[in-house]
């Protein structure tokens, strides 16, 4: 109780409650240089994206994948190259691959 009759303690600013998560060693190493570097705490950052999260309605960045393209994009990628492999022509050197290229 602040005294003032508010039933919210108002150091917490109205957090009460806990979040725990599990994440690899190294990743929470590497994050929590990473928000120093920034000047705030791994608990800071955790909140920050959290925030942007409920404003934004939506993640605050463009989930990728491990190649470095959007989900759906490494998508159209791998169809493309399975349709490739597939129907393509295929040449035993780059000459002939050329000479095609050039009618």
Same mark, same amino acid.
């Given at each position: 109780m602040t005294g003032n009759g508010n039933d919210r303690d108002l150091s917490l600013n109205g957090m009460?409650?806990?979040?725990?998560?599990?994440?690899?060693?190294?990743?929470?190493k590497d994050a929590q240089k990473i928000f120093k570097d920034l000047g705030m705490d791994i608990t800071t950052g955790v909140k920050s994206f959290i925030k942007q999260v409920v404003i934004d309605k939506a993640l605050p960045f463009q989930p990728r994948t491990e190649n470095g393209f959007t989900p759906? =994009?490494?998508a159209m990628i791998l169809r493309e190259s399975a349709w490739a492999k597939k129907h393509a022509k295929r040449y035993t050197n780059v000459?002939?691959? =050329?000479r095609d290229l050039e009618k």
């Open positions: 009460n409650t806990t979040l725990q998560i599990r994440i690899d060693s190294k990743d929470k759906e =994009f490494e000459d002939d691959m =050329f």
